[in-house]
Antibody
Framework: EVQLVESGGGLVQPGGSLRLSCAAS????????MTWVRQAPGKGLEWVAN????????NYVDSVKGRFTISRDNAKNSLYLQMNSLRAEDTAVYYC??????????????????WGKGTTVTVSS | DIQMTQSPSSLSASVGDRVTLTCRAS??????LNWYQQKPGKAPKLLIY???SLQSGVPSRFSGSGSGTDFTLTISSLQPEDFATYYC??????????FGPGTKVDIK
C-alpha cells in the first residue's frame, strides 16, 4: 500500500524549533519530488516547500525562507522539515505529499496524488 | 508570483444538483491546474490534474475544464459524499504550488 506517515508535531514556544518527519512506503521514494503543505486552523491549504528526487533542488514559500529547511534521506525513505524560529502563524497541520509527474501532449504536469494524514504543530507560549 | 482565486467561496446545493466551481489564475498557466477535495479533519484528495484529466478512482461525475487563466470543476450530480471544500492549485511552476482559497460546498 502506498503510504505517507508524518510525525514530530507538537506544542512549541515562539522562537523554538521542531523537526517533522514523513515516512514513505509502498513506492520508490527516490523517484519523486516531495512536498510539504500546511493548513492553519480554519484556513485553506498553503504550499510550504518541495525537494527534488536527489535533494539537489529545494524551494520554499517566502514566509518560511531562512527559517525552515526541507531535506530527505532516500536510503530511509524519509522526508523532513526542520522548522526554526517558529512563530504563532506557523501553527497548522503539516502534510507531506508525493509529487507525481505525468507526460501529456508533450508537456509535463505535476500533481500531489498521495498525502499523509498530517501532523499538528502548535506554536504558543 | 501566481495568485489563484476561487468563486464562489461557498455554496449550498442539494443532492442531484449540477454544481460548477470556478478558479482563476493571475496569469496564464496553460493547463497546469489541479483540483483537490478536502473533508473536515482529512487530508486533501486529488480529483483532477492537468485541468481536465480525471485521477484514477475518482467518480466520473467530476470533470474539469479550462486553460490559460480560467478553469471550472463540475460535479454533474451532487452526491452526499461530495459535500466538502474544493481547492484548485497551479502547477505551472514546480517552484510555487499555489492553492486557491477554496470553495465550500454544503447541503441546502
Amino acid at each position: 500500500e502506498v503510504q505517507l506517515v508524518e510525525s514530530g508535531g507538537g506544542l512549541v514556544q515562539p522562537g523554538g524549533s521542531l523537526r517533522l518527519s514523513c515516512a514513505a512506503s509502498g513506492f520508490t521514494f527516490s523517484a519523486y519530488w516531495m512536498t510539504w503543505v500546511r493548513q492553519a486552523p480554519g484556513k485553506g491549504l498553503e504550499w510550504v516547500a518541495n525537494i527534488k528526487q536527489d535533494g539537489s533542488e529545494k524551494n520554499y514559500v517566502d514566509s518560511v525562507k531562512g527559517r525552515f529547511t526541507i531535506s530527505r534521506d532516500n536510503a530511509k525513505n524519509s522526508l523532513y522539515l526542520q522548522m526554526n524560529s517558529l512563530r504563532a502563524e506557523d501553527t497548522a497541520v503539516y502534510y507531506c505529499a508525493r509529487d507525481t509527474v505525468m507526460a501529456l501532449y508533450g508537456y509535463y504536469y505535476y500533481y500531489m496524488d498521495v498525502w499523509g494524514k498530517g501532523t499538528t504543530v502548535t506554536v504558543s507560549s | 508570483d501566481i495568485q489563484m482565486t476561487q468563486s464562489p467561496s461557498s455554496l449550498s446545493a442539494s443532492v442531484g444538483d449540477r454544481v460548477t466551481l470556478t478558479c482563476r489564475a493571475s496569469q496564464s498557466i496553460g493547463s497546469y491546474l489541479n483540483w483537490y477535495q478536502q473533508k473536515p479533519g482529512k487530508a486533501p484528495k486529488l480529483l483532477i490534474y492537468a485541468a481536465s484529466s480525471l485521477q484514477s478512482g475518482v467518480p466520473s461525475r467530476f470533470s474539469g475544464s479550462g486553460s490559460g487563466t480560467d478553469f471550472t470543476l463540475t460535479i454533474s450530480s451532487l452526491q452526499p459524499e461530495d459535500f466538502a471544500t474544493y481547492y484548485c492549485q497551479q502547477s505551472y511552476s514546480i517552484l510555487r504550488g499555489t492553492f486557491g482559497p477554496g470553495t465550500k460546498v454544503d447541503i441546502k
